[in-house]
């Protein structure tokens, strides 16, 4: 993990690099999205749910998952309250320490990390249970709290919907069928080695884009907030992980794979949503800037201190 995880600050930083000397621009970042989105993430989910060893186990992961959102929430909520936050600060607070980039961070480290994991667990914590994290608590939130939203919490079915129907679900789908059909794990090499290719290309590709949308003004103008955020995005979140798998009884590298994926950076999708809303801006994007950098030094001592 630590190795891994340098390589993803080294490959950021190489983004950000890349973007100030005019070699790519912030904007291109929306193609390296629908690159990973439409054709190297699919690959890699179903490479991962193909290749699974399916146990009863991994149908508690998106429970633990759901389970460290709730505490984040609660915790959330408690300190905005004492600070004494405005609305907008406060929602914003809440939608980037609640939720975590499980799906664009968290999946490709876990997959690039090598033994002692469970990549199924992460597909599983992300597909079942971020996903509809992110389109049912954060939009309700951005509503409740944003200057855009109407002050009462609502879901954006139209959204979550939307989410089910992307190319990674139905690469989750089709590896399902695949593995209990008793196809095999092992595919076609015509077949199973360019999905690999595709596959490799997620954490690079995501760790650029991430790089290319490193903006410090939104960190100056509201580092007070924004610090507050890493402390309980990525200190909080592995405790509240462990904390939920273990009241399940998950161990091994199920429980180490929830720990991490909650552990992981405030989620880009916070930033778009609450946005869109009207929660404050500079918070949104300074988090999501301060946390992904951070996590490349905060998810190796968290791995360090697991069994």
Known sequence: MTTTALAALAIILAGLVARRTGVLKAEDGAVLVRIVLYLAMPPLVFLIVARADLRAELL???????????VLLVAGLGITRLWGMDRPTRGAFLVCTAVGN???FGLPLIAASGPGFSQPAAVMYDALATAVITWTSTVAIATAFGAAGDGRPRVDVRGLLWGFTL???WALAAGLVWNLAGLGADLP?????P????????LPLVMLYAG??????GVRAAWTPVLAVAVVRLGLGPVAGLGSGLLLGLSGEVLRTVVIMAAMPTAMMSLVLGARYGLRADVLAGAVVVTSVL??????????VMP
Do not use: I, Q, W
């Open 189 to 193: 090499t015509a077949v199973e080695r």
């Open 102 to 104: 499980t799906g664009f």
């Open 60 to 70: 508690l992961v998106p429970v633990a998952a759901f389970l460290t959102h709730g």
């Open 295 to 304: 996590c490349t030094a905060t998810l190796p001592l968290v791995r360090a």
């Open 212 to 217: 290319l949308m490193v903006d410090v003004s």
């Open 195 to 202: 999905l690999e290719v595709l596959a490799a290309a997620v």
């Open 167 to 169: 190319p990674p679900t």
